[in-house]
């Protein structure tokens, strides 16, 4: 990979629960995760069950150094990182972080209670590699790597979340998952954090038909995305964090309506790359 290489690829797309099965096959039952690349450098978006593919993939070809970005803790973007096989393995350094905790909590906290009894029979003190927890607020602008920006923005989410813009090589990919759009409104903090930027990862878990049925639950619309999209002139819209009862053909019939509505629109599905 050259230094210049800026692409996305989808681990997992799938909201609130893994739903294997060949009614999701084409698109994938696996939990959030995605993978962006950086030239050399690797930023992992969510840990859910997506990672433990990944990670089947990056032990394959060598050592990893990476970092993981939480939008937040909820079970369906955790659950795969007690199965992320590079965090065993020595000479590997994974750098976990995340920017939506309060009170006592922090991110090292946080992943203790995920791997601690009576839930899962051994602690994260059994990872081999070299894994360091890290705590920003969101809003904050990271640096992680040599040449990366890292914008983040609160999102509208129970127990909060964050978004993400990650800036590299004069092009941006953002990452806005797990937030309920304001009704009446575009979400400002949102619009700020995608401005201008090539590709959106969007939260499209109802559609606009379905969401009052849903409000105050955290997510949002393929509808709103495209909203968004056309007000912040951002090129392409990925639409994630699929309802776990959306079937391959529900989600071909939103991927022909969205790209009428918004030509940039595309369903993510796993295995899919986006370069912006």
């Given at each position: ?14 909201g609130?629960?893994?739903?294997p099965g ?115 607020s ?61 590709v ?77």
């Open positions: 990979m050259t230094d210049s290489e800026f692409f996305v690829r989808f681990w997992g797309v799938r609130s629960i893994a739903c060949p009614e999701t096959a084409a698109y994938g039952g696996n939990t959030s995760c995605i993978a962006v690349h950086c030239g050399p450098h690797l930023l992992v978006f969510d840990a859910g069950t997506g990672l433990r593919k990944l990670g089947l993939e990056l032990a394959a070809a060598g050592t990893t150094d990476a970092d993981l970005f939480l939008s937040h803790t909820h079970i369906d973007h955790i659950e795969g990182l007690p199965f992320f096989r590079p965090a065993y393995l020595p000479g590997n350094r994974l750098r976990i972080w995340s920017g939506h905790l309060e009170d006592s909590m922090n991110t090292e906290s946080a992943m203790r209670h995920l791997m601690n009894a009576p839930v899962f029979p051994v602690s994260v003190d059994v990872f081999g590699s070299g894994v360091s927890f890290h705590d920003f969101a809003g904050d602008t990271l640096a992680p790597r040599p040449g990366i920006r890292l914008r983040t923005a609160a999102l509208n989410h129970p127990q909060n979340a964050t978004g993400y813009r990650v800036d590299y090589n004069g092009k941006s990919i953002c990452y806005v998952t797990d937030t309920e759009h304001r009704p009446d409104r575009p979400d400002e903090d949102i619009l700020a954090l995608i401005e201008g930027a090539e959106m990862i969007y939260d499209s878990m109802f559609t606009d038909d379905e969401y009052p049925d849903f409000a105050g639950w955290g997510h949002s619309t393929w509808q709103e995305g495209t909203r968004l999209c056309r007000s912040a002139g951002v090129r392409t819209l990925a639409i994630f964090h699929h309802l776990p009862e959306r079937a391959d053909a529900d989600l071909d019939r939103i991927a022909l309506e969205a790209r009428e509505t918004f030509a940039g629109a595309v369903v993510a599905r796993e295995g899919m790359t986006l370069a912006p």
